[in-house]
């Protein structure tokens, strides 16, 4: 037990970036923590920091037993928090991020229901279109929408993410409605620019099993699809959303599909982990809640919105 609290301190240290800031967070005096560091190099026979006049940094070995470490650290205090939690039910501070449309959309409503279900439990949510580090940001969980391409995390999937091509009747009546892939090179198109670049290559069925790859562009383009979806509202062009996030407006007419025969690939929405052994309950409880609540059958798929 006390090298892994060494090995806590050590992370401390590289977190906050100095001796003395994390023995004041510790409750030490600067003095023991040298000490404990000091032991914790001797008895894993490697230098762990550099240290200078002014920054501490990790060594190679240092660096690897900050990876590994921290799994070790996070499984321990997991487990203690399980146990404690055994017969008082799930608490502490959930810290969660997640898009901020789908968020403020189909994450917040379902709040006051989950925190009734846990008294105990506070949460902490940060809508963000950014991809954050989960471990480096300090959050349990994040909400992630699309295809996932980071293998240190842990994700289940919560529900199927439809997309399709939809535009405003007004556009359509004044520029025509496209009839194959080929005709949105004519069209104006509004492209999202966001973390995983400008994507402006719409990929789409071919229905007999292939896919065909346009290239689009036009007046608009934007980080967000807040942004985009106003832009196709207003008679802008074509967008290429998740249903989730213009079902209301297709239902109501205000945007139409268009070329429902050449359907886009789905994606998925995921509850996204850091990776380690032992999930903490409260994570475990939130991501049983919103598979609960999404599923097969989400509400934005439902005829009328659940």
Known sequence: MDRI???????????????????????LSVAVASQRLQR??????????????????????????????RALVDDLEALGTSLRQAGTGVSGTLRVTTSSSFG???????????????????????LTDNVLDLVSAGFDLAIRIGVLDDSTLVARRLANN??????????????????????????DCLVLVGS??????????????????????????????ELLSDAALAGFGIALHSTWHVCADLRAGRLVQVLPDYPLADTGIYAVMP????????VRAFVDFLAGRFGDNPPW???HGG
């Not at 959309?105 to 925190?115: G, M």
């Not at 995983?196 to 980080?223: S, Y």
């Not at 990776?275 to 409260?282: F, G």
């Open 275 to 282: 990776q380690r052994r032992l999930v903490p309950p409260r």
């Open 162 to 187: 439809r997309r399709l091509l939809c535009a405003a009747p007004d556009y359509l009546r004044r520029r025509g409605t496209p009839r194959t892939p080929q005709d949105l090179a004519r069209h």
């Open 104 to 126: 403020r959309l189909y994450i917040s409503p379902l709040l006051p229901e989950f925190l009734a279900l846990h008294p105990g439990l506070t949460l902490s949510v940060n």
């Open 40 to 69: 914790l190099e001797r008895e894993l026979g490697v230098r762990l920091l550099h240290r200078t006049t002014r920054r501490l940094h990790a060594t190679p070995e240092g660096v690897v037993l900050a990876e590994q470490g």
């Open 5 to 27: 609290g060494d090995i806590g301190l050590f992370l401390r240290v590289l977190d906050l970036g100095s001796i003395s800031a994390a023995a004041r967070s510790l409750d």
């Open 196 to 225: 995983q670049g400008r994507q402006d290559v719409w990929r789409l069925g071919d229905g007999a099993g292939g896919e065909i790859a346009v290239r689009v562009r036009g007046r608009i383009e934007a980080n967000t699809g």
């Open 301 to 303: 798929e439902q005829p």
